[in-house]
């Protein structure tokens, strides 16, 4: 900076007849250099990274149960699962069901398929106190959109909304994948088995992974 300075003063007294204070000279080296550093600090601040948000699986309140769960698209195979999984205020596993239906929905339409089979099978089994995760935003915000959605996915919605007055205590939230992946796993696997397949013991896909999540 002090170099520039220097050249500048000399072209203003070779050019233009100026001849400028040393001490000026000397001011403005400096202002330049603390405008420079400070443009590369907020360039550098710009171009960090933001830092990645990790959520891990957290088990329910007592006397609550957590269902987790998720959806995955077969395109290949023109189908999609439906995984779920039900655990206890210590993260002990309680059950877990899959099931796949043919024909390749959009995303969010799978998912709230999975929420709609959730309600279903949680009532079947006699449970009041439920706290649901998916993963899918689009399908925990519309639990409490009513608007008047005429596509197939504001259809299960309504009809998920229908079935949830039955069930006043449910809980309906959204989590990140990494603390729905048991579900996601189970979904994946889904196809592996039959249309509709109830676990009373820990199926082998996930076994690690609650043993992780317990800890």
């Known amino acids: 900076m002090m170099l520039w300075c220097l050249w500048r003063r000399r072209n203003d007294k070779v050019w233009d007849g100026e001849t400028k204070d ?17 443009v ?6 710009q171009q960090q990274p933001l830092p990645c948000i990790q959520q891990e699986w ?21 189908a999609f699962g439906i ?10 596993f309680i059950k877990a ?7 390749i929905p959009p995303a969010q339409e799978a998912e709230a398929t ?36 005429q596509s197939e996915f504001g259809n299960i919605m309504a009809n998920c909304r229908a079935l949830l007055q039955h069930f ?21 696997e889904s ?3 039959t249309r509709h397949q109830v676990f009373d013991l820990i199926p082998p896909c996930i076994t690690t992974i609650l043993m992780n999540e317990i800890r």
């Open 22 to 38: 040393e001490r000026l000279v000397v001011q403005l080296a400096r202002e330049l250099l603390s405008q420079w550093c400070t």
């Open 40 to 45: 590369r600090d907020k360039n550098e601040q």
């Open 58 to 78: 957290q088990p329910p309140e007592p006397d609550y149960i957590k269902c987790n769960v998720d959806a995955a698209l077969f395109r290949q195979e023109r």
């Open 83 to 92: 995984g779920m999984c039900l655990r206890n205020s210590q993260g002990h």
């Open 97 to 103: 069901l899959t099931k796949w239906y043919n024909g």
């Open 114 to 149: 999975g929420l709609r089979d959730a309600n279903l099978w949680l009532g079947h089994l006699g449970l009041s106190k439920v706290h649901i995760e998916l993963d899918c935003k689009l399908v925990v915000d519309g639990i409490v959109d009513s608007s008047n959605n």
């Open 168 to 188: 006043p205590n449910f809980k309906i939230s959204f989590v990140r994948r990494q603390a729905n992946y048991v579900a996601h796993s189970l979904a994946r």
């Open 191 to 193: 196809q592996l088995h």
